[in-house]
């Protein structure tokens, strides 16, 4: 059995390679190639471009792919959504279509813009945004650089944006957002009905979900005296509760945790005051919830 996995060439190329690696599964390009190859023998992978990768799969020349939500809804395919998994960028959060306007301009709503033309790579889903407000727009398809189009080519965008950084400086204001939208693991419906092929997927899900609860976070072990035990739990932000254990001196008890990797600077030492002892902080791959 051979399983091929789609990874979104583009701005997600590097961080998904990341996420692959970090859960076990690093896959390796050649220079100018498309395909990359696994540490699994049994999977391959292709770089596609995140706004094919839906066609792709849904016709079943992979078996699987990550790409974004909106691309998925744009392409109108029928595929398995397998897992949402939002990894990427800065705020590791879902990113926004927004509906933007020039600063200067008049327009204080979608409504204000009928008659005009609307700029953006995202077409059906921009054109069922309008039409189900019932506001007579022309969508244009935007090849890239969509945020320069305003007010030249176009007398608004719908555009994708994390923080509203790049709108502002093209001095562009946002209407409202049109869509929001986080990377899926999506599959090919055939694909995944076959018993060893879905086994396969769902691991690499699992592993992949396993990375990004890792992502920012630290484990820390500690001893503790029996009496200074619960003043040290109190102390601990655990990710579910701490695993507590007896060493072999039974007036001892050793911890372990999970903690975000920004509180460590804080918990640590108020550890210390507590009257933890050997208190390590260590690097997590993967966190299995």
Request: glycine share 6%.
């Amino acid at each position: 059995m051979k399983l091929r996995i789609g990874i979104p060439k583009g701005s997600l190329q590097e961080s998904t390679l990341q996420l692959f690696a970090r859960a076990g599964l690093p896959a390796y390009t050649n220079g100018r190639s498309y395909v990359a190859t696994t540490a699994d023998p049994e999977i391959d992978c292709l770089l596609i471009r995140a706004q094919e990768m839906a066609r792709y799969v849904e016709h079943g020349a992979i078996d699987a792919g990550l790409t974004g939500l909106d691309w998925v809804i744009e392409s109108g395919l029928d595929v398995v959504t397998v897992s949402d998994l939002i990894y990427a960028k800065r705020s590791r959060g879902k990113v926004r279509w927004v509906l933007a306007v020039p600063e200067e301009s008049p327009f204080k709503s979608a409504e204000d813009l009928v008659g005009r033309i609307v700029a953006t790579e995202l077409v059906n889903v921009t054109r069922d945004f309008f039409n189900t407000r019932r506001i007579d727009v022309k969508v244009e398809f935007s090849w890239g650089a969509t945020e320069v189009k305003a007010p030249m080519l176009a007398d608004a965008i719908v555009e994708v944006t994390e923080t509203g950084s790049s709108l502002r400086a093209n001095r562009l204001r946002i209407l409202e957002t049109v869509l929001e939208s986080n990377t899926q693991l999506i599959a090919n419906k055939d694909s995944y009905r076959d018993g060893d092929k879905r086994r396969k997927i769902e691991n690499l899900s699992l592993m992949l979900q396993g990375a990004m609860q890792a992502q920012d976070r630290v484990g820390l072990m500690l001893n503790v005296r029996r009496e200074d035990l619960q003043g040290v739990l109190a102390v601990l932000p655990a990710l579910q509760k701490p695993t507590i254990s007896h060493l072999s001196d039974q007036d001892w008890f050793a911890v372990n945790t999970v903690i975000d990797e920004s509180a460590a600077w804080k918990v640590i030492p108020r550890l210390k005051e507590a009257k933890a002892e050997g208190i390590v902080e260590y690097p997590l791959n993967k966190v299995v919830l």
